[in-house]
């Protein structure tokens, strides 16, 4: 069973930073891709990053490039978004996720919801003006 659980969220002011993990455990992390996706009140859930297996491809949403890491250590299983310049539109739950199927390639990103499989319980930041 793969469980995914997020930590670091909290509240910060414009312009802070933080850092969000995700553990995950029941199966291979390095075999997988995996993602971080956000929803804000009121709207549905959005990409935010992925990264490939081994780390060596990361792809970014247009609204958080430049501004935030997606990064992984697979000897930890945990996966990392390292979050700059925060503002208050990135206040949301962030969820990390991760796919059903092993990735075949390195440059494999998902950046689609339905790709992804296992989602973790969520866990809230707010960016305060």
Do not use: H
């Amino acid at each position: 069973q793969v469980q995914l659980v997020e930590s670091g969220g909290g509240l910060v002011q414009a312009g802070g930073s933080l850092r969000l993990s995700c553990t995950a455990s029941g199966r291979t992390f390095s075999s997988y891709a995996m993602g971080w996706f956000r929803q804000a009140p009121g709207k549905e859930r959005a990409f935010v990053a992925a990264i490939s297996k081994s780390g060596g491809t990361t792809y970014y949403a247009d609204a958080v490039k430049g501004r935030f890491t997606i990064s992984r250590d697979n000897a930890k299983n945990t996966l990392y978004l390292q979050m700059n310049s925060l503002k208050p539109d990135d206040t949301a739950d962030y969820y990390c996720a991760a796919p059903k199927y092993e990735s075949g390639s390195d440059s494999y990103t998902p950046s689609r919801q339905w790709r992804y499989e296992y989602w973790g319980q969520g866990t809230q930041v707010t960016v305060s003006s």
